[in-house]
């Protein structure tokens, strides 16, 4: 007896471990496709797009930048406009030359958002043309707004910060006159100082020979240019056509240079005859933000 109940028993547990072995063979078989564990992979970071432009049209920060000319190139020009915000007119002209001038926007005058909206259509650069006292002062006057010495520093970070609101696609700035401005160094490294935490060149007109803004972007590490020729001091064609030659001498020897025009209509008959004529074939006309590039 007690050896038919074991037979009995060993069968059941056969038939028991037969069905579920073929259980689990219909349910492998039969596991969808999306049950399947998912296979991992790295998300790589998507490369950083060099077009993407920072803040308004603001160049990448470059400390001590004196600028850089394009290494086995041709040497390269800039060409800024200074004084532009009066009219719309003089802009428009100066566009329509087709090659790529920088322009010197004045804050505060009744043009000056509607010149560098005009600008920035056109993709060219402008610049803030900053009003500073100049060493005839009051008897020469800078303009609406302007940086005096007599100021104190809050005030100064006042109107400075106002110029950057008005003109917020500005890729730096410059003096205005200044020629007593320039020349004080607590005043310029405020001003230097907040260009470049707005990632902002300053463009050193040269209305005096001081050294102390080229001092202050030495010793701050803050990107600083400075103007090799003014074009029409002699607001003749001929004249301004010469210098012109004599900024395209001063490029071909260094590399680059840069010279500063105002829109007189003798500066603008100069560029174009310049052009015209092929004079200007010898070097690459560059942007600012272009000779400031890294």
Do not use: C
Request: zero cysteines.
């Amino acid at each position: 007896m007690r050896t038919i109940m074991l037979a009995v028993l060993a069968a059941l547990g056969a038939a028991l471990l037969g069905g579920l072995l073929g259980w689990g063979m219909w349910a492998v078989r039969g596991r969808p496709h999306s049950a399947d564990p998912p296979s991992l992979a790295l998300v790589q970071p998507a490369p950083p797009n060099p077009a993407a432009p920072e803040h308004g049209r603001r160049l990448r920060p470059d400390p001590g930048l004196r600028g850089n000319p394009r290494r086995g190139g041709a040497a390269q020009l800039a060409l800024v406009i200074d004084d532009i915000g009066h009219n719309l007119g003089a802009p428009r002209e100066f566009l329509a030359l087709g090659v790529p001038l920088t322009f010197s926007i004045l804050p505060d005058l009744p043009y000056t958002r509607a010149a560098a909206e005009l600008i920035l259509r056109a993709r060219r650069d402008y610049i803030i043309h900053m009003p500073m006292e100049p060493a005839d002062y009051p008897d020469q006057d800078p303009g609406p707004n302007p940086l005096l010495l007599r100021l104190d520093l809050p005030e100064t970070q006042r109107r400075l910060l106002e110029y950057l609101a008005e003109l917020p696609g500005a890729i730096g700035a410059s003096n205005h006159m200044g020629s007593a401005y320039t020349g004080d160094a607590d005043h310029m490294a405020l001003v230097q100082g907040e260009l470049a935490r707005h990632r902002l060149i300053f463009l050193n007109s040269k209305t005096s020979a001081t050294p102390v803004p080229a001092h202050v972007a030495a010793q701050g590490g803050y990107r600083y240019l400075e103007r090799d020729v003014f074009l029409d001091n002699v607001r003749e064609e001929r004249a301004i056509g010469r210098e012109l030659r004599h900024a395209l001498r001063r490029a071909e020897r260094r590399g680059h240079a840069i010279a500063i025009g105002h829109p007189y209509g003798e500066t603008l008959a100069a560029l174009a005859d310049a052009l015209a004529r092929g004079e200007l074939q010898g070097v690459e006309l560059v942007s600012l933000s272009e000779l400031a590039r890294p």
